[in-house]
Protein backbone atom coordinates (compact mmCIF):
# COMPACT_ATOMS: atom_id res chain seq x y z
CA UNK A 1 0.00 0.00 0.00
CA UNK A 2 0.48 3.76 -0.61
CA UNK A 3 1.50 6.22 2.22
CA UNK A 4 -1.62 8.11 2.04
CA UNK A 5 0.72 11.37 1.15
CA UNK A 6 1.50 9.81 -1.91
CA UNK A 7 -2.12 8.58 -2.69
CA UNK A 8 -3.50 11.92 -2.14
CA UNK A 9 -0.68 13.99 -4.57
CA UNK A 10 -1.45 11.67 -7.42
CA UNK A 11 -5.07 11.82 -7.11
CA UNK A 12 -4.71 15.58 -7.18
CA UNK A 13 -2.07 15.51 -9.97
CA UNK A 14 -4.16 13.23 -12.30
CA UNK A 15 -7.69 15.54 -11.35
CA UNK A 16 -5.35 19.03 -12.06
CA UNK A 17 -3.63 17.60 -15.27
CA UNK A 18 -7.69 16.48 -16.60
CA UNK A 19 -8.89 20.08 -15.60
CA UNK A 20 -6.23 21.89 -17.04
CA UNK A 21 -5.88 19.84 -20.33
CA UNK A 22 -2.88 21.12 -21.65
CA UNK A 23 -3.12 19.84 -25.09
CA UNK A 24 -6.71 21.59 -25.53
CA UNK A 25 -5.17 25.02 -24.32
CA UNK A 26 -2.66 24.16 -27.67
CA UNK A 27 -4.65 26.11 -29.97
CA UNK A 28 -5.36 28.97 -28.04
CA UNK A 29 -1.24 29.74 -27.46
CA UNK A 30 -0.69 28.81 -31.41
CA UNK A 31 -3.27 31.71 -31.95
CA UNK A 32 -1.28 34.24 -29.75
CA UNK A 33 1.79 33.25 -30.30
CA UNK A 34 1.97 32.43 -34.26
CA UNK A 35 3.08 35.47 -35.62
CA UNK A 36 6.53 35.39 -32.70
CA UNK A 37 10.11 34.04 -32.99
CA UNK A 38 10.26 31.04 -31.16
CA UNK A 39 12.68 32.52 -28.14
CA UNK A 40 9.40 34.67 -27.82
CA UNK A 41 6.87 32.36 -27.60
CA UNK A 42 8.74 29.91 -25.06
CA UNK A 43 9.12 33.36 -23.05
CA UNK A 44 5.15 33.94 -23.41
CA UNK A 45 4.86 30.24 -22.44
CA UNK A 46 6.94 30.80 -19.26
CA UNK A 47 5.21 33.95 -18.29
CA UNK A 48 2.00 31.91 -18.52
CA UNK A 49 2.54 29.36 -16.30
CA UNK A 50 4.13 31.76 -13.43
CA UNK A 51 0.95 33.67 -13.73
CA UNK A 52 -1.01 30.39 -13.99
CA UNK A 53 0.74 29.65 -10.91
CA UNK A 54 0.56 32.91 -8.85
CA UNK A 55 -3.53 32.96 -9.34
CA UNK A 56 -3.82 29.26 -8.86
CA UNK A 57 -1.70 29.40 -5.22
CA UNK A 58 -3.88 32.06 -4.11
CA UNK A 59 -6.94 30.66 -4.35
CA UNK A 60 -5.51 27.25 -2.77
CA UNK A 61 -4.88 29.46 -0.16
CA UNK A 62 -7.66 31.82 0.07
CA UNK A 63 -9.95 31.12 -2.42
CA UNK A 64 -12.87 29.25 0.09
CA UNK A 65 -12.82 32.15 2.04
CA UNK A 66 -12.45 35.31 -0.67
CA UNK A 67 -15.65 33.82 -1.83
CA UNK A 68 -17.48 32.95 1.05
CA UNK A 69 -16.53 36.54 2.10
CA UNK A 70 -18.19 37.89 -1.03
CA UNK A 71 -21.05 36.20 -0.55
CA UNK A 72 -20.57 34.48 -4.04
CA UNK A 73 -21.27 30.99 -4.72
CA UNK A 74 -19.45 28.47 -6.46
CA UNK A 75 -22.53 28.27 -9.04
CA UNK A 76 -22.06 31.93 -9.66
CA UNK A 77 -18.47 31.68 -9.41
CA UNK A 78 -18.08 29.04 -12.45
CA UNK A 79 -21.35 30.58 -14.87
CA UNK A 80 -19.34 33.88 -14.93
CA UNK A 81 -16.07 31.76 -15.79
CA UNK A 82 -18.10 30.00 -18.50
CA UNK A 83 -19.21 33.43 -20.31
CA UNK A 84 -15.74 34.87 -20.16
CA UNK A 85 -14.64 31.30 -21.82
CA UNK A 86 -17.55 31.72 -24.45
CA UNK A 87 -16.33 35.34 -25.05
CA UNK A 88 -12.73 34.29 -25.67
CA UNK A 89 -13.96 31.34 -28.06
CA UNK A 90 -16.27 33.45 -30.28
CA UNK A 91 -13.42 36.22 -30.80
CA UNK A 92 -11.31 32.85 -32.16
CA UNK A 93 -13.77 31.94 -34.64
CA UNK A 94 -14.59 35.42 -35.59
CA UNK A 95 -10.92 36.30 -35.96
CA UNK A 96 -10.92 38.09 -39.27
CA UNK A 97 -14.09 39.31 -38.91
CA UNK A 98 -13.27 42.72 -37.43
CA UNK A 99 -10.02 44.85 -38.14
CA UNK A 100 -7.41 44.40 -35.85
CA UNK A 101 -7.60 47.20 -32.82
CA UNK A 102 -4.48 50.08 -32.99
CA UNK A 103 -1.53 48.90 -31.29
CA UNK A 104 -2.42 45.24 -31.22
CA UNK A 105 0.80 44.32 -33.26
CA UNK A 106 2.36 46.21 -30.41
CA UNK A 107 1.28 43.61 -27.67
CA UNK A 108 4.24 42.56 -24.92
CA UNK A 109 4.66 39.00 -24.43
CA UNK A 110 3.29 39.44 -20.32
CA UNK A 111 0.42 40.93 -21.99
CA UNK A 112 -0.22 38.35 -24.37
CA UNK A 113 0.61 35.47 -21.49
CA UNK A 114 -1.69 37.08 -18.98
CA UNK A 115 -4.56 37.28 -21.52
CA UNK A 116 -5.91 34.87 -22.74
CA UNK A 117 -3.63 32.33 -22.01
CA UNK A 118 -2.65 32.35 -18.42
CA UNK A 119 -6.24 33.37 -17.62
CA UNK A 120 -8.86 32.05 -18.61
CA UNK A 121 -7.17 29.46 -20.27
CA UNK A 122 -5.03 27.85 -17.86
CA UNK A 123 -6.52 29.73 -14.32
CA UNK A 124 -9.62 29.81 -15.55
CA UNK A 125 -13.08 28.97 -13.54
CA UNK A 126 -12.20 25.31 -13.44
CA UNK A 127 -9.44 24.97 -12.40
CA UNK A 128 -9.90 27.76 -9.92
CA UNK A 129 -12.79 25.95 -8.56
CA UNK A 130 -10.94 22.56 -8.39
CA UNK A 131 -8.46 23.81 -6.51
CA UNK A 132 -10.96 25.31 -4.01
CA UNK A 133 -12.39 21.77 -3.37
CA UNK A 134 -9.05 20.06 -3.15
CA UNK A 135 -7.83 22.09 -0.48
CA UNK A 136 -11.15 22.47 1.47
CA UNK A 137 -10.51 25.20 3.88
CA UNK A 138 -13.16 24.14 6.46
CA UNK A 139 -10.73 21.36 7.36
CA UNK A 140 -7.42 22.77 7.10
CA UNK A 141 -4.12 20.67 7.00
CA UNK A 142 -1.16 21.98 5.73
CA UNK A 143 0.09 18.87 4.82
CA UNK A 144 -2.41 18.48 2.13
CA UNK A 145 -1.78 21.84 1.07
CA UNK A 146 1.68 21.28 0.66
CA UNK A 147 0.64 17.73 -1.32
CA UNK A 148 -2.07 20.04 -3.50
CA UNK A 149 0.61 22.84 -4.32
CA UNK A 150 3.18 20.08 -5.15
CA UNK A 151 0.84 18.08 -7.75
CA UNK A 152 0.23 21.60 -9.31
CA UNK A 153 3.52 22.34 -10.33
CA UNK A 154 3.98 19.25 -12.06
CA UNK A 155 0.38 19.62 -13.85
CA UNK A 156 1.69 22.84 -14.64
CA UNK A 157 5.51 21.72 -15.61
CA UNK A 158 3.91 19.56 -18.01
CA UNK A 159 1.23 22.04 -19.66
CA UNK A 160 4.58 24.51 -20.05
CA UNK A 161 6.53 21.12 -21.68
CA UNK A 162 3.54 21.01 -24.14
CA UNK A 163 3.36 24.46 -24.84
CA UNK A 164 7.58 24.58 -25.37
CA UNK A 165 7.12 22.25 -28.22
CA UNK A 166 4.54 24.24 -29.87
CA UNK A 167 7.09 25.71 -32.37
CA UNK A 168 7.11 22.63 -33.68
CA UNK A 169 3.24 22.37 -34.98
CA UNK A 170 4.06 26.16 -35.92
CA UNK A 171 6.64 24.88 -38.12
CA UNK A 172 4.37 21.88 -39.68
CA UNK A 173 1.04 23.84 -39.65
CA UNK A 174 2.10 27.42 -40.84
CA UNK A 175 -0.48 30.33 -40.70
CA UNK A 176 -2.98 28.81 -42.83
CA UNK A 177 -3.24 25.64 -40.52
CA UNK A 178 -3.17 27.33 -38.16
CA UNK A 179 -6.39 30.18 -38.30
CA UNK A 180 -8.27 26.86 -39.41
CA UNK A 181 -7.37 24.74 -36.09
CA UNK A 182 -7.72 28.20 -33.52
CA UNK A 183 -11.28 28.11 -35.68
CA UNK A 184 -11.92 24.79 -35.06
CA UNK A 185 -10.71 24.95 -31.14
CA UNK A 186 -12.93 28.16 -30.96
CA UNK A 187 -15.94 26.28 -31.51
CA UNK A 188 -15.01 23.09 -29.37
CA UNK A 189 -14.42 25.98 -26.54
CA UNK A 190 -17.76 27.22 -26.87
CA UNK A 191 -19.65 24.24 -26.52
CA UNK A 192 -17.30 23.92 -23.67
CA UNK A 193 -18.24 27.07 -22.14
CA UNK A 194 -22.02 26.42 -23.21
CA UNK A 195 -22.25 23.15 -21.13
CA UNK A 196 -20.54 25.02 -18.27
CA UNK A 197 -23.21 27.50 -18.30
CA UNK A 198 -25.71 24.73 -18.46
CA UNK A 199 -24.03 22.79 -15.33
CA UNK A 200 -24.08 26.07 -13.42
CA UNK A 201 -28.02 26.64 -14.57
CA UNK A 202 -28.43 23.21 -13.59
CA UNK A 203 -27.27 23.38 -10.15
CA UNK A 204 -29.04 26.30 -9.41
CA UNK A 205 -32.39 25.28 -10.05
CA UNK A 206 -31.79 22.20 -7.83
CA UNK A 207 -30.34 24.19 -4.86
CA UNK A 208 -34.05 26.16 -5.23
Known amino acids: MFHPFVTDFFSDFVTLL ?6 AKLPIFLAQTAALDSK ?8 AIVISFGVLMFFLVAGQF ?4 LGVGLTAFRM ?7 LFA ?19 PLERAIFPIAMPALA ?15 RFDWVHQVDTAMALV ?4 ICFIVMRFATLLVQVLRRA ?14 ALAVEGMLASTRSFIHSL
Open 18 to 23: VVLNPV
Open 40 to 47: TRNRVAMW
Open 66 to 69: LLQG
Open 124 to 138: GPGTMLTIVVLTDND
Open 80 to 86: AGSLVLL
Open 154 to 157: LALA
Open 177 to 190: GISILSRVMGLILA
Open 90 to 108: LSMIFDNAHPPPPGATDTT
